[in-house]
Structures are given as C-alpha cells and as structure tokens.
C-alpha cells in the first residue's frame, strides 16, 4: 500500500512520518480484500490509503470531504486515469450537500465509488438514515452470511444496491506484514463490489463510473438468493425488507469456465 492523503494528521500536525498510516487496523483489513497479494479481489492492483479517521476510529463529516478532495486531485495528475474509491465509514446522515457534491465530483471525474450500507449491531434499520450510503450515485453495498442470509448487522432499504460476504472476512492487520484476522461488518461487504469493479476496468479501462455501476448490478449479481430473517422481524423491518434489493455479488458471472464473459 502506498501513502496517499491524510487530512487528518494535516489537521492535528502530529507529523507521522507517513501520510495515510493505519493506527487502528479497520483500514488496512478492508484494503486487504480489495487488492491485497494473497486474498484480494484484484490483486495486482495499486492501493493508496487515504486516512479520514483518527487512531480512535472517529472522524467528521468535513474530514471525508478533504480526503475526497484529495483523491480528486490525485487522480487528475495521474496517467492512466483509472481508480476505484472504497469508503468503508458511515454516520448520522445529516444535510450536507457539501458532501454529495465531493461524491459526485468524484463520480463525473470517472472513479465508481463504493460505500456500506452501514451496521446495526443487531438492530436493523435503513441505510438510507446513514451518511454516505443515501447519496444515490455511489454503489451502497450491505452484507451477507455465510449462508446468503443477510447479515444480521447490515442496515437495509432502498438505498442499497447490493449486496456482498460480509460475516467472518479473512483479512490483513496493520501491526505487520503476515498477520490476518476475521472482522464482521459491511466494511468487509464493500471492498469485495470495489475490487469487482477494479477487474472491470483493467479489462475495460474506458468504462465510466455509471457504466461500471451498471455492469456489476445487471452481470455480477444473482437475484433471488439472499433469504431474510422473518422470525424477529417487526413491521419496520419487514417494510425495508420488502424495499431490498434482492441481489448477491457473484464473480462466476464475470469469468464463467475460467473466459471473460463479455466484451467492453
């Protein structure tokens, strides 16, 4: 992984030696599913951490506006201009267009975003209550189980697009280069939809944002497979369930019998 923007320590002006470095570990599991060298999705790919929480795991909304601005910025001074943002952080969905603006110019310059639906440690709800999973033009992905249950944590609704593993994901730690360990959660869900979406575009490098969307929700998804638990679920819950996407990531789409399966 290579250090990339970290308004945070712009802010605080503790000065570590480099910019972007995980203190927490949440960020360093979730890059490992994108691209990491063993597990990732899309292995050969380059990683760039931009760091928009604190060593606490907290943050603001303004922070994740710089860190976009950054990757902005970024992507703009680079050729070839191909890149995938993952946002694996969610809040209070408050009224800040300042925020869907960042989102979007993000979107138009190119770069698909992808975003969790956010978790409920145990009490559903929607998604589109939480930050940024309600701005439309990014790709807000829940999780699922082991068994294609959703899982239990994962915030729900239309706000979703799909859905992805998420329950007991093998992934890197930050304290050195061989450790591992298992995290649950829609930050682990999403990294799998952004490294779906970085294949894409090494095959299909002129594709934009909207159309990579467009490919993963129309051919790397199967419909119908997911079940919900309807035992403990009251009537609010039962009302985002039926406003659900119905829809599992599935790369055997993508690379049927070992052959791409469609053309760009």
């Not at 310059?109 to 992808?114: A, E």
Request: glycine fraction near 12%.
């Amino acid at each position: 992984m290579y250090p990339g923007f970290d308004p945070v320590d712009q802010r605080t002006g503790l000065g570590f030696p480099f910019l972007g470095w995980d203190c927490h570990g949440h960020g360093t599991h979730v890059s490992s599913i994108i691209g990491g060298k063993t597990l990732g999705v899309a292995s050969n790919c380059t990683l760039f951490s931009v760091r928009v929480l604190t060593c606490a795991n907290e943050g603001t909304v303004s922070l994740l506006i710089e860190g976009l601005e950054g990757i902005l910025e970024h992507h703009q001074s680079r050729k070839p201009r191909r890149a995938v943002v993952n946002i694996s952080i969610f809040g209070r969905r408050t009224q800040d267009r300042c925020l869907r603006t960042a989102i979007h110019q993000v979107i138009r310059s190119g770069i698909p975003v992808v975003t969790i639906a956010g978790n409920g440690f145990g009490m559903t709800g929607s998604a589109c209550w939480h930050l940024p999973a309600y701005i439309k033009k990014a790709i807000t992905v829940g999780a699922s189980r082991m068994d294609d249950q959703v899982w239990p944590g994962s915030y729900i609704g239309s706000c979703i697009q799909l859905m992805a593993p998420g329950e007991r994901i093998w992934g890197a730690t930050n304290l050195d280069n061989i450790s591992g360990i298992t995290r649950s959660g829609t930050s682990m869900a999403a990294p799998f939809v952004a490294g779906a979406a970085v294949l894409l575009l090494e095959r299909c490098p002129n594709l934009s944002a909207h159309r990579v969307g467009r490919i993963i929700l129309k051919r790397l998804t199967v419909s119908g497979k997911l079940s919900f638990d309807l035992m403990n679920a009251g009537n609010i819950t039962r009302r985002l369930i039926r406003n659900t996407p119905n829809l599992l990531l599935n790369f055997n789409n993508m690379c049927p019998n070992g052959k791409w399966s469609f053309s760009c």
